[in-house]
């Protein structure tokens, strides 16, 4: 989608570590009017798919996930992150393991919304080693829903995720995929 | 705000101690066309201030944050919580006190972000005790930008948040307000 790519290149920032930093516009402050130009591609990539909710996951997923959910009319779940264990049943769980902040976090949806019949679209900001991901399918699988696909804003597609999870047999729907970070700058592919 | 009164009377759960569940179509799971009717209320009440800029706080405020902003046409910034110190001067940060956990988090926000010539909007799902709100308030103080005043979701007025904070001078307008908890049953006032 031109319109992020040129965003990043605008307004991203390569820090260390080849760190793209996005947070003037993606995931600390957010330009809510990017999120419209963004919900109407996913809504024009997975239109007619049935789609009759969206999920996704604490914090930075939400903004473009609700505003994606306007152009589906439909809700969004958002998974919380959580460190303690619920032992409680009402809950579908799920484990992720967090490579920025060398820590390991649980998942949790409410079964009450997450259901058998539902479709379901996931939405978050970004996409690198597939982990945030690859926990949301698994919520989606243990309540029996179906997967339609994965829209992502950002694709670090030099890091495996997108990869390990195509080869499995999911859509993901990237709208600024980046191949490389060549010279500090973000090429995209 | 009619519509938001009827929907938490009718999808609301009260729980022991008083506990108010709105996570069917507030927080957990999140009603976005229910949202898209908060916004234009939001927008009625605080249009022609010349707000800027909505802040809001990780995690369920964001959702009502981002859709209230379409209306305003201005960006959102979120609030991240945070654990560990912040010894780096790039950011505003303040104590927040959690009732519900029992425990005192930071919050923080970039400084680039929020700036002397801001108009604020505060945008919460909730205000009970007000140590959210007076956090967010904080950062908009140092950051030396304007405060408009606060947009909330659902006030429990007869906790001492709101009438704290409005006492203070701050507009807070709340599009329900919950007066009592009887018999196990919202009432509004």
Redesign the interface.
Known sequence: MQLLEERILKDGKVKDGGILKV???LN??????L??EMAKEFYRLFAGEGINKILTI??SG??I???T??AF?C????A?KTKTKNIAGDVYTSKVESFTHGTTYDII??K??LLPDDKVLIIDDFLANGAALEGLISLVNDAGASLIGAGIAIEKAFQPGGEKLRSKGVRIESLAKIKSMEGGKPVFG
């Open positions: 947070d003037s516009f600390h402050q957010m330009d809510v009017s999120f419209g604490e914090a939400i903004g996930a609700c505003i959910a306007q009319g809700p969004v779940i958002f919380k949806v409410s009450e919304f």
